[in-house]
């Protein structure tokens, strides 16, 4: 059993990546419906610093101080009232809500299911959140069928990779965005056709996609609207698209969405995992204490892959 304090990332003011201060803190007490984890691996999100910075103080403010992170992976240590499908010494994945930049952490039950034997912690940890993203927002929220086109704007990162290797899996037509460096990466993962965003008019031979899955947003949108036919379908998890140009278009936006993490749908993607049909990627791996550099390599983006935080040693 942990310790009365434990070591966690917290965060007491909105700003800067110099917010994220490594301190001791009581240890999180499971309460009904809950699972106590020792913590081997944070995943970092680009959520994780836009929470910092108040992106979210407007509709979903966390209560300062407050531990981020979302994904985890590690092992069950105590479980709540009423918890019957877990029990500690279990290896988990899934979604914390007490954040999980620390050594322990509270999850839900329902956002856990038993890790991927495959992988490690750290691969385990790459998957939660943008797989479940990747997921929801291609077939809950984009209702992409077989056949269908869908252009991925940014392939190669935390959440595009998973959604260009599902898009794949179901029969779609593939094509995804993403710079120089990382074109074989994203080939490699499915995409039938894939475009380096760096080159100017790099979408200009592009028309008529079913959907857009837009993980990047900005200016990247801005151009992607042109490749979208008439009442074509655009999902995007970085911007809140146009409504003046969708209504012109005839096109169906989801605007950001709260995405879902569920045992049903980790379990689902942990069997897919260890049967080889879904690959995993860790673009760059931390200590604890470097919460920080975490934070500003997500924020300047451009990676292949998921940051992590690696917290405990493999058992």
């Known amino acids: 059993m942990p310790s009365s304090l434990i070591n966690a990332i917290q965060v007491h003011a909105y700003g800067n990546a110099d917010q994220l ?3 001791r803190i009581p240890t999180p007490e499971p309460q009904a419906g809950e699972v106590l984890v020792r913590v081997h691996a944070a995943g970092v999100n680009p959520g994780d610093w836009k929470v910092r910075e108040g992106w979210a103080k407007d509709f979903l403010p966390p209560t300062l ?3 981020p ?8 240590t105590k479980v709540g009232p009423g918890v ?3 029990h500690p010494g279990q290896e988990v994945f899934g979604r914390s809500s007490h954040g999980s930049y620390a050594e322990y952490s509270i999850a839900p039950a329902s956002t856990l299911a038993l890790k991927p034997r495959t992988l490690s912690f750290d691969e385990a940890a790459t998957v ?3 797989a479940t993203t990747a997921w929801q927002g291609l077939f809950e929220y984009g209702n992409l069928q077989p056949g269908q086109s869908v252009l991925i704007l940014g392939g190669a990162g935390g959440v595009g990779l998973f959604a260009v290797q599902f898009a794949r899996r179901i029969g779609a037509r593939v094509i995804s965005t993403t710079s120089t460096g990382h074109m074989d990466f994203v080939r490699e993962l499915g995409a039938e056709t894939v475009i380096d965003y760096t080159q100017a008019h790099a979408l200009d031979d592009l028309q008529d996609v079913d959907l857009i899955f837009d993980t990047v947003g900005g200016e990247a949108l801005e151009v992607a609207w042109l490749t979208l036919k008439q009442s074509g379908t655009l999902v995007s998890i970085a911007d ?3 409504e003046a ?3 012109e278009r005839g096109v169906y936006c989801a605007a950001p969405f709260l995405t879902q993490v569920s045992t049903e749908l980790l379990n689902l993607l942990a069997h897919q995992i260890d049967n080889g049909q879904i690959k995993v990627a860790i673009a760059a791996s931390f200590s ?7 934070q500003k390599l997500s924020q300047r983006g451009h990676g292949s892959g998921r940051i992590i935080l690696h917290i405990a040693e493999e058992a």
């Open 240 to 242: 809140q698209p146009d």
């Open 69 to 76: 992170g979302a994904d985890l992976a590690g092992v069950v």
């Open 128 to 130: 939660p959140v943008g």
């Open 245 to 247: 140009t969708a209504l």
């Open 21 to 23: 201060k490594l301190e």
């Open 288 to 294: 604890l204490s470097e919460a920080a550099k975490a």
């Open 84 to 86: 019957t499908a877990f």
């Open 65 to 67: 101080p407050y531990v």
